[in-house]
């Protein structure tokens, strides 16, 4: 092989693993960052019911949440794309 061929090879090498651990970097914090709202929209949901002293207990569902119709729908786990546990 030539200089020239081997030097092309290295540096499209260098760019594609580059280019690679960016992309994996922010699929990551993405999924990292969807995860984060859902999580958020339950606990503002437990908190604005707690400050409205209809939620008692120590330990609150989310069915109890979307009854008291404190949450419109069942939140969905970003990542496993699967329906929080609602007990």
Known sequence: M???TIILLTF???IL???ASCLWK???N???NLIKVSEKKI???VKKCY???KCTESK???TQLINLNYLTKKEINPKTKTYYKTD
């Open 2 to 4: 030539k200089i020239k």
């Open 12 to 14: 499209l090498i260098i």
């Open 17 to 19: 693993s580059i280019t």
């Open 26 to 28: 922010i699929n990551y």
């Open 30 to 32: 993405h999924e990292q």
């Open 43 to 45: 606990i503002e949901a």
């Open 51 to 53: 400050n409205q002293d």
């Open 60 to 62: 609150i569902t989310i």
